[in-house]
Every structure is written in C-alpha cells, then in structure tokens.
C-alpha cells in the first residue's frame, strides 16, 4: 500500500515537471531526481529488510564455486540473476577484493544482487564493453552483435570522468 501511494507521488511529480516552461523545468526535474532518489531507497528499504552488504576477497573453491572469504569466514556465493552468478565466477576477477550487496539465504548461500569492486579503496562498478559495438553487456561473454569477446571494464563509482577504466 505504501509503495503503491510513493509511486503515484512520483508519477504526479513527472507530470507536474513536464508541463513546465523549459526553465523551471531544470530545477523542477533537480528537485524531482532527489525526490525519486530517495523514495526508490526508501521503496527498495522497504522491499528488502534483510539486505546486507560484505566485503571481502572473492575466491574460488573447486566444487563450490565463488565464495566471499571476509576477515573471519567463507560465505559461499550465488547470484539474484544468470549475469551476477557469471560475474562471481569471472576468473579475471578471482582474488580481488569485491563489496557485495545481497541477502543470506537459510541453505548458507549469500545471494548477491550487487556487486563491487574495490581497488585502493574505492569502489568500481564491473561491466562488459565490445568497443567495435558500442554494447555493454552485464555479463562476461561475446557480444551479442559482432560475438568478439567483450572487455571487462572497472569504472569508479564516485567519479564522473568515463575514461578512468581498470580493464583486465
Ligand atoms: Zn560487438
């Protein structure tokens, strides 16, 4: 019922901005995106109480597969998705040192539905680039155009500069 009454709120709001003259428009789409900001964290709060995030190494243990080793335990992992589950089990990304957000399932398995990498710090966002295609991809593969392998980018989260990449 309360995501229900948010959406609506949200949809009122796009409307509301889009019969605006073009320059009360910038600010109202401003106010607008902080607006949608924080109700979709609140919307996503509240679908998902038991979200929690980890860090550690992402490791590989045969006959397991991918698994978190944090300071004091290995949490075997799986994905919320078929893309996530093959990014876990990408071997460029094997020992790197990776913040994942996800639930702990009641078999043990930690289910992730967002995954980071960490390199000096700072987080990096983890996608799948064919340059040739201009595709991104969300998960390790061939292009779905020309079926070239892609390239695996690391893009940092908190900066704004597209060309600051970590390829493997
Ligand atoms: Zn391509």
Redesign the pocket.
Known sequence: MQSLKCRSVEVGLIRAVLFRPPLARVAGIALCATFLFSAAAALRAADKPDEQTLVGKLIFVPGTGPVLATSNKHVPLVGRNHYIFNTLEDKRLRDDEVRLKGTMRADGNFQVSDLYTIHHGELYRVRYY?E??N?VALAPGR?V??Q?PTELQEIPLNRHDPKILITH
């Open positions: 064919c040739t295609c595709i292009c155009c020309c070239q």
